[in-house]
C-alpha cells in the first residue's frame, strides 16, 4: 500500500515510517519542518534501505496537498502534523485550532478530492481529562481540559462525521498514552527544542551532564510513592500499532477510537530508577512544586487494541530507558549533529 504520513519527519512519525517500509508499505512524507527534521528522514532510508519521497510543506496548503495526491495517489493516509504543547496551547489556543483543527479538516478536503478514504490520525489520552475511573477505557467520558485536548477531540468528531457522510470513509483515531523511547538503532529519537516538558527527555538530559537535576513535580499525591503515575508506551511499539491500524481498516467500516499503551502505570521515582540502572549513572533529583493542570495518575485499558487492531505492547520500561539513553548518546545534539 502507499501511504501518506503527514508529520513523517517527526518523534513518532519517522519512527512509523520505519515500521511501515519494513511491513512492505510505500510511503510519501508531508512535513513543514516546523519541529521535524530533513535528517531524520536521511537516517530511516539509511536503516531501512528503502526510499522515501519527502514532501516540504503545510497541510492547510490545500494546492500543495492537492500535488501531493496527484503526484503519489496514496491509499492511505497516517496523520500526526500538528502542534502538541500543552502550556503553548494554552498561551496560544488559535495557533492550535489553526494548524490541528484547521489543518485536519483541509487535509480530509484533499483526500476526498483525491478518492483517498482511509486515515489513522494521532489522538492522545488527554481527550479523557479527569479519571472518573482507572484505567481509561475507550468509553470513559471525554472531557479535555486544556486547548491541546480540546483540539485533539474536535478532530475525533470531525473524522466520526466524515465518516457518517460517506460509508467509503473508514478513520481509526489512536489515543496515545505517554509515547518515550527511540529506535534501538540509535539513529532516530526524540529531539526536543529547549527545555524538555517531559519526564523522560528531562531525565536523559541530567544523565548525560545537560541539565543539573530533574525536578520532580510532587511526591505527595496519595497513590504509590507518592509521584505522578503514568502508562509508558516504546515509541517503537506505537509506531507497530499504526501498521496494525492501517490493516484493520480493511476489516472495520466508520470510525473508530482505540487506546495506545500498556495499561501499566509506572511512578516518576520508579522511571528514573530504570532509567539508572539502563545507564548506570546516578539521576539528580529535587522536589518541585505540582505542575500546573498536572493529573495524579492514568493508564489505559489497552484490550481494544489487541481485540480491534491485534496489536499489543511488547516492549518494557526497561527496553524504553535502554533506546532513549542510547539515542542520547549517540546524539548529544540530536539531529543537530551527526553521529
Ligand atoms: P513532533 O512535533 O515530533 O511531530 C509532528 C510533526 O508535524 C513535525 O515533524 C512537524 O514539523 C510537523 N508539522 C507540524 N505542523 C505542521 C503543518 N502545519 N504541516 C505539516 N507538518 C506539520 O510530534 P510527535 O511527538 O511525533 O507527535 C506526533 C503527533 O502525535 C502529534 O499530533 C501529537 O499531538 C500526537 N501525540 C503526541 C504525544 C507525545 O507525547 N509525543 C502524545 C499524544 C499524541
Ligand atoms: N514530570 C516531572 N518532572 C518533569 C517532567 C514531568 O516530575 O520535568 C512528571 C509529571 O508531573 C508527570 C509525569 O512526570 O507526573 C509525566 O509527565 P510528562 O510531561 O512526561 O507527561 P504528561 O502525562 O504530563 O503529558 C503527556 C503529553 C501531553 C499529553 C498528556 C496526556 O506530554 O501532550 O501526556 O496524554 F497531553
Known amino acids: ?28 512524507v508531508v512535513d513543514s519542518l516546523v519541529n521535524g527534521h530533513a535528517e531524520a528522514i536521511e537516517r530511516v532510508q539509511d536503516l ?6 519527502l514532501e516540504v510543506g503545510d497541510i492547510r496548503d490545500r494546492p500543495f496537498l492537492d500535488r501531493v495526491f496527484a503526484a503519489h495517489t496514496p491509499s492511505a493516509v497516517v496523520h500526526f502534523a500538528g502542534l502538541k504543547a500543552v502550556g503553548e496551547s494554552v498561551e496560544n489556543p488559535l495557533a492550535y485550532y489553526d494548524v490541528s483543527v484547521g489543518g485536519s479538516r483541509v487535509l480530509l478536503e484533499a483526500m476526498d478530492a483525491a478518492g483517498c478514504h482511509k486515515i489513522i490520525f494521532s489522538s492522545s489520552a488527554t481527550v479523557y481529562g479527569e479519571p472518573q475511573y482507572l484505567p481509561y477505557d475507550e468509553q470513559h467520558p471525554t472531557n479535555p481540559v486544556n486547548p491541546y485536548g480540546r483540539t485533539k477531540m474536535m478532530v475525533e468528531q470531525i473524522l466520526g462525521d466524515w465518516c457518517a457522510a460517506d460509508p467509503a470513509c473508514r478513520a481509526i483515531s489512536l489515543r496515545y498514552f505517554n509515547p518515550v523511547g527511540a529506535h534501538p538503532s540509535g539513529r532516530i529519537g526524540e529531539d526536543p527544542q ?135 548518546c549517540r546524539n548529544p545534539a540530536g539531529f543537530g549533529a551527526s553521529q
Not at 2 to 28: F, M, N, P, R, W
Not at 48 to 53: E, S
Not at 255 to 273: D, F, I, M, P, S
Open 1 to 28: 500500500m502507499k501511504v501518506l504520513v503527514t508529520g513523517g519527519a517527526g518523534y513518532i512519525g519517522s519512527h512509523t515510517v520505519v515500521e511501515l517500509l519494513q511491513a512492505g508499505h510505500d510511503v510519501v
Open 48 to 53: 531501512t534501505g528503502r526510499p522515501v519521497d
Open 194 to 328: 529547549g527545555i524538555p516538558n517531559n519526564l523522560m527527555p528531562y531525565i536523559a538530559q541530567v544523565a548525560v551532564g545537560q541539565r543539573p537535576a530533574l525536578q520532580i513535580f510532587e511526591d505527595d499525591y496519595e497513590a504509590r510513592d507518592g509521584t505522578g503515575e503514568r502508562d509508558y508506551v516504546h515509541v517503537v511499539d506505537l509506531a507497530k500499532a499504526h501498521v496494525a491500524a492501517i490493516e484493520a481498516l480493511e476489516k472495520h467500516a466508520g470510525h473508530q477510537v482505540v487506546n495506545v499503551g500498556r495499561g501499566q502505570g509506572v511512578t516518576v521515582l520508579e522511571l528514573v530508577a530504570a532509567f539508572e540502572q539502563a545507564s548506570d549513572t546516578d539521576i539528580a533529583r529535587l522536589i518541585a512544586p505540582r505542575r500546573a493542570g498536572d493529573l495524579p495518575s492514568f493508564y489505559a485499558n489497552a484490550s481494544q487494541a489487541k481485540a480491534l487492531v491485534g496489536w499489543q505492547a511488547e516492549l518494557g520500561i526497561a527496553e524504553m530507558c535502554r533506546d532513549t539513553w542510547n539515542w542520547q
